[in-house]
């Protein structure tokens, strides 16, 4: 089969699966089983016949795709922050709102001379190792319960020199004495039982419930969060949260309840409030 017929074939396949961009998602496809090197070879080389066994592959990424495994864990990476990141079915995908969190991080931070950063739940490490990147003067740790996370999250340090990172196997921050950090994040788990229920499949059906489900109302880690970072927070440090788009509300109450101050939430580009920051002052 010459490279159009493939190419044609994968965009019709895909948009009776009402697959969105199929174009764009068959030509990442295309390149994931190595038909492909480059974009412009469906135009300048489009009766090329690909070998076989680059066919064979592309068929079975596309049978992937239609139902619904995230483009993501096919292609084994995703986007964070303009770098790379290797991604598997132990971690969430990360997303361009937790971009966001570690914006907010970062304008913390560079206030600070040599901060020590704990990231809570770092599951593919994108967040840790990204605030590694961007900040070399920063000491930062990231925990996770699962092994298998932890293990992707340091691949993914070793990938973007930042070998700093001290990585740590443990439940949210019961591995760490008080006031040992000035700045905790996290995007927790914030998904209620219910929410999940009615996800759609290609995160259901693919990302791991560890990661996204939390209690009854979908707050019981940040309710955990909240108060270890009470104990764990240098006087005067910061804690930042990513939460649920309807319980900003619900946090900033947490976090007064917790005796923060300083506490505020900031908009996502849907304009929904995304990520919660709260000052520990005792």
């Known amino acids: 089969m010459q490279l ?8 019709e396949h895909m948009a009776r699966h009402y697959i969105e961009n199929p174009s764009r998602e068959t030509y990442l496809l ?21 070998e076989p066994r680059k066919i064979e592959k592309f068929y ?5 795709r239609i139902k619904r495994e995230p483009l993501a864990y096919i292609s084994g990476e995703k ?9 598997n079915g132990g971690v969430l995908i990360p997303r361009p709102e937790t971009e966001l969190l570690v914006t907010e991080a970062l304008d913390i931070a560079r206030g600070m001379s040599e901060p020590v950063i704990l990231d809570i739940g770092t599951g593919s490490g994108c967040i840790a190792v990204t ?26 340090a070793e990938r973007h020199s930042a070998g700093g990172v001290g990585f740590i196997l443990g439940d949210l921050a019961e ?15 914030y998904v209620s039982p219910a929410e999940y229920e009615v996800l759609d499949p290609s995160v259901k059906d693919y990302e791991p419930g560890l990661a996204l489900v939390s209690g009854e109302d979908g707050l019981s880690h940040i309710k955990r ?28 109450a947490l976090y007064e309840e917790a005796g923060f101050g300083d506490i505020s939430s900031v908009k996502d580009i849907s304009g929904i409030e995304r990520v919660i920051k709260a000052r520990w002052k005792k």
């Open 4 to 11: 159009k017929n493939l190419y044609q074939y994968g965009k």
């Open 30 to 50: 295309l390149r994931n089983s190595e038909v492909l090197r480059d974009f412009t070879e469906v135009f300048t080389a489009s009766d090329m016949e690909p």
């Open 60 to 64: 079975e990424l596309l049978e992937r």
């Open 79 to 87: 986007e964070f922050y303009s770098r790379p990141f290797a991604v």
């Open 131 to 156: 605030l590694a990147c961007e900040l070399p003067g920063a000491k930062i740790f990231a925990s996770d319960i699962s092994p298998e996370a932890l293990h992707t999250a340091r691949g993914n």
């Open 175 to 189: 591995a760490f004495g008080p006031g040992s950090f000035d700045i905790v994040v996290s995007n927790p788990p």
């Open 225 to 252: 969060i909240i108060r270890d970072s009470s104990r764990i927070l240098k006087e005067g440090g910061w804690s930042v949260v990513e939460a649920g788009y309807t319980q900003s509300t619900r946090v900033e």
